[in-house]
């Protein structure tokens, strides 16, 4: 009788992803919803930080300037590191939310929220509305991906696509219409077209991992090449045919300086050590990254994940190899950043929610497993958030003068530990959904104060004042520089070039196209400058404060200080300022 029940129970737990779902969930998932919403689309006001997002905002500002969309421009001359579907975007959203931060983060939060409804559709269609659920708020909440949807770089915008790309997949194979097939040949283009190659070598390379693990090869005798192919040629190659008869060296650049020689050699100076990234996810995807352990012994133990039904085995097996890739992939490049990585959260979200879900529904070991990884990484969490609380409270020199409180700091870091502490207490005494609630909430507050902390620091890198005392005392026409460094922001603020002394750095290759006038008028070395300092011309020289005492052994001299401003200081050779 007993193994009567055990049959009709694993025979309703099989058919449970195609059941309605429940009430409880329904409201669980609007509060999840409105809670993701609030927290992606709260706080983009901030100013923009340096350098990324001053580059990503000005290249579209540019664009809309001169109307060429074809030939990306930073700072007027030539950039052909990135192609230009993100520049589009962010010029379409600068001509609807105006000139401002806003506008230049619209698109990092808009497609972070539509990441995690992706990852809850992707994992619903399989494995049922609470491991959707779960896979939403893993997702939602972890620190980096919310950090990400707060900036304004491209990396979000391309794990959107290449998440995209492999959900077409997945719904292609196991179907038998061709248009999820099409459908990831052109999200596939759009990803290249995003980022480069890496958009169509992160989802290439995951499908051929999962047919060689399946050994599934006869699904490619379904996929419709030919239109598949044509779709992704007809919207990734007219722009870099473009782009080539716009620019002689355009093919060089891009593929093999861009492409091969960042991957292989530390010529970009991002120089990591191998296991960088598995620090960086296992941070930025705390407290879940406590799952990790239950996650292995899933894949692991062929009993648990037969009873997981063969669907759920493999989108648990297709998530990992997904996120696996992602990680190893960039683990092996040399050169090295944090948002690198991001496109490996989404299908870690989905492989820690199969993992959570089958851990409760078994209980045992596998539920202690469970239990035991997210007390630690809990653990880990209120370790955390005392640096913050320190910080907010002015205890922290390098952060911000002594005895300064920061309330958009203290007010998450504070509550946050205490939250954070009863996660654990309720997690020890098997409360597992009260545990899970509350440590996503003590989540959303180490997002807040992350984010608290990040609206104080970026101030400190900001060239906003500077830029607002140049509108309203330099005038339009004034000519103002960067004493070697390029302060990226700026020109944006200005809504003009601006010029930059003694550093080329990646605006090396544009520089080089410019015609020698040209480059002596905007990008002088010292001693050229210098010349020009001492004819009288009135010249605006933005500097860093540790470079200051420098500017006497490049003869810039005598100097009358205008405004000084975190890191930075606004100079100038006019003795008489307006």
């Known amino acids: 009788m007993r193994a009567a029940t055990e049959t009709r129970s694993d025979d309703l737990r099989a058919t449970e992803p195609r059941r309605p779902a429940t009430r409880n969930e329904r409201l669980a998932g609007a509060a999840l919803a ?81 990441g995690v409804a992706l990852t809850f559709r992707l994992a619903r269609g399989v494995a049922g509305v609470r491991v959707a659920l779960y896979a939403a708020a893993f997702l939602g909440t972890s620190p980096l991906w919310v950090v990400m949807a707060h900036l304004n770089t491209i990396d979000m915008a391309l794990t959107f696509l290449t998440t995209l790309a492999l959900a077409c997949f997945w719904w292609a194979h196991e179907g038998t219409r061709r248009l999820p097939w099409i459908a990831m040949f052109a999200v596939a283009a759009l990803a290249v077209l995003c980022k480069g190659l890496i958009g169509a070598v992160v989802p290439g390379a995951v499908v051929f991992l999962y047919l060689l693990a399946t050994r599934r090869w006869s699904i490619l005798r379904r996929v419709p090449w030919f239109s598949g192919l044509a779709a992704f040629a007809v919207l990734a190659v007219p722009w870099h045919v473009l782009a080539a008869r716009a620019t002689p060296q ?76 992602v990680i190893a992939f960039f683990s092996i490049s040399k050169s090295k950043l944090i948002p690198y990585v991001l496109p490996a959260f989404p299908p870690l979200a989905i492989l820690f929610a199969l993992a959570a879900e089958h851990a409760e529904r078994v209980g045992g070991r596998e539920r202690a497993l469970a239990r035991a990884g997210m007390l630690v990484a809990l653990a880990v969490m209120v370790v955390l958030f005392v640096p913050f609380l320190a910080a907010g409270l002015g205890r922290v020199p390098a952060f911000s003068e002594p005895g300064r409180l920061f309330p958009w700091v203290v007010l998450p870091a504070a509550p946050g530990i205490v939250v954070a502490a009863s996660a654990i207490v309720l997690s020890a005494r098997r409360r597992s959904t009260r545990g899970q609630v509350a440590a996503a909430a003590a989540t959303v507050l180490l997002c807040g104060a992350l984010l608290g902390a990040a609206s104080h620091t970026v101030e400190r890198y900001s060239t906003a004042r500077i830029a607002d005392w140049l509108d309203r005392n330099a005038g339009p026409d004034a000519e103002v520089f960067g004493f070697r460094f390029y302060p990226q922001s700026l020109p944006f603020q200005l809504r003009r070039t601006i010029g930059v002394v003694e550093k080329r750095g990646e605006l090396e290759f544009g520089i080089g196209q410019l015609d020698p006038e040209e480059r002596l008028r905007r990008f002088p070395d010292a001693a050229e400058f210098a010349l020009r300092w001492q004819l009288g011309k009135p010249l605006w020289l933005v500097v860093e404060k540790d470079r200051m005492g420098s500017l006497p052994r490049y003869g810039i001299e005598p100097y009358r200080t205008i405004l000084e401003e975190g890191k930075y200081v606004l100079v100038t050779n006019r003795w008489r300022t307006p």
């Not at 905002?57 to 579907?85: C, N, Q, S, W």
């Open 250 to 325: 355009f093919l060089w650049f891009y593929f093999v300086h861009e492409h091969v020689l960042r991957y292989l050699t530390d010529e970009a100076r991002r120089v990591e050590p191998f296991w960088f990234f598995l620090v960086v996810v296992g941070a930025g995807a705390l407290p879940w990254i406590g799952l990790l352990p239950s996650a292995g012994s899933l894949l692991a133990r062929r009993e648990a994940r037969d009873a997981h039904g063969p669907e759920r085995r493999d989108l648990a097996l297709f998530a990992a190899l997904w996120a696996g890739f």
């Open 34 to 114: 409105v809670a993701l919403v609030v927290l992606a689309f709260s706080g983009l006001g901030m100013t923009l930080t340096e350098p990324d997002e001053g580059r990503y905002v000005e290249i579209p500002r540019e664009m809309i300037a001169t109307g060429d969309f074809v030939t990306p421009r930073l700072d007027g001359v030539l950039y052909l590191e990135k192609p230009p579907l993100y520049y589009w975007m962010n010029a379409a959203s600068l001509e609807v939310f105006g000139h401002g931060p806003l506008a230049a983060r619209f698109w990092s939060a808009a497609l972070g929220l539509l």
